[in-house]
């Protein structure tokens, strides 16, 4: 029996009892769509981390070396300052203009934000108009990405009341695939080009071909139906005896919106930390060759993209928080001495190890957490609520994790700085989790309490 399941589940299968099964090219497209933005994403997000060193000294030149990386990527974490603005803006949007009309306008503001940083002419051309203009580009992509994971995460787990949580998985595969072509990228570029190419022009060419996906998942988008939940919704919406305003109910929603931001908590940082960051800590604090540490990525990425799917699915037959908390539990105890032994030796094998065990980890807790998430928020304001939560959560813990990480140890020389942030995300969660699921069974309405309106 799933741990949040029957009301939602209820609501969408009344939403057309008639109506046919999916063809399995219908399925496909619906996945593929919902989760190619997320995958641009975090695709442009890990090439901007891969790159950080050069992006500083080709926008942000300072005298000090490590103030330059640090102010790149403390610009990288600024723009999650937008995604709650976008998260608003696009989550309402979503709920009263549909699933698909938010994805496709997310999507083509985030091909703007890729395509300024593929083709932006450095500091030493064109002066303070590059960094200026940078920030611009990622606040604008920070705010499209606010509102792609609630959009696109409704627009899956509307489509199918059983399979809520294999089809909402493929949002944090779609990380696993951006993880491993990002990673690719890196290990290649890095490889393969000498430092002067790569520093002048090499490290663009992740960026133009992310720019080259994004008219794919927009054209795809841009041919789909809406989803039958969000349409019989809003068929009750119109009806003028039953008004609804999703900004009118959302405030209610302030407790689920609570618990959804701890939930995120331990995921994102399990990508900002343990997939974002690891190459320069390895790089930069383990003295490892770079082309190892993207080599390790792949590892992570490649079973997150396995992975995810299968526990997704596994989640629909024995319960979303089942598993999730026990990842949560798995996690804090197994991470301090996990990068323990990496530091007391800074090993290939080692660091494999770690990357091995957090691909895992990530896997079997994102991969249920997106049905898990929209399934505490009723139909009428799913959208926002996600959206909010996700934003939220991830500009709290992930945007800004690796300049806090980073200067912990600049200012400390303490190298298990990753591993308190990891276990401060992992409890967190945790305590979410068992929130939600002591909620479910000590009210007297049972699960029914997690959707009031």
Known sequence: MNDIASPAAAAAASADPAAPPMSKGMIRRIIFSSSVGNALEWFDFSVYGYFAGIIAKQFFPMHDEWLSTLLAIATFGISFLMRPIG?????????????????????????????????????AMIG??????????????????????????????????????YYASWQFASQGLAAILAAAFGAMLTAWMSPEHLGSWGWRIPFLFGVLIGPIGYYIRSHLDETPEFLAMRQRRDDPAKPTDPT????????????????VAQSTVGVYVLQLYMPMYAVKQLHMPA????????????????LSPVMGAWSDRIGRIRIMLGTSIVMGLLIY???????????????????????????????????????????????????????????????????????????????????????????????????????????????AMLYSS
């Open 87 to 123: 998260a608003v803006v696009l989550g309402i949007y979503g709920d009263r203009k549909g699933r698909k009309a938010a994805l496709t306008l997310a999507i083509t503001l985030m091909m703007v934000g890729t395509l300024t940083m593929a083709v932006m002419p450095p500091y």
């Open 128 to 165: 303070l108009a590059a960094p200026v203009l940078i920030l611009v580009a990622r606040l604008v992509q920070g705010f499209a990405v606010g509102g792609e994971f609630g959009s696109a995460t409704a627009f899956m787990v509307e489509h199918s009341p059983t399979k809520r949580g």
């Open 248 to 263: 009118a109910s959302f405030g209610s929603q302030w407790v689920n919106l609570l618990l959804a931001i701890g939930i």
């Open 291 to 306: 082309a190892v540490s993207f080599g390790a990525v792949v590892l992570n990425g490649g079973l997150q993209l396995i």
């Open 337 to 447: 001495p996990m990068f323990a032994l990496l530091q007391s030796c800074p090993t290939v094998g080692w660091l494999l190890l770690l990357q091995g065990m957090a691909g895992i980890l990530k896997a079997a807790y994102s991969g249920p957490m997106p049905a898990l998430m929209s399934e505490i928020f009723p139909t009428h304001v799913r959208s926002t609520g996600l959206s909010i939560a996700y934003s939220i959560g991830v500009t709290i813990f992930g945007g800004f994790s690796p300049t806090i990480v980073e200067t912990f140890i600049h200012l400390t020389g303490d190298k298990l700085a990753p591993s308190y942030y990891v276990l401060i995300a992992a409890l967190l969660s945790g305590l979410s989790l068992a929130i939600v699921a002591w909620r479910r069974r000590h009210s007297g309405r049972g699960e």
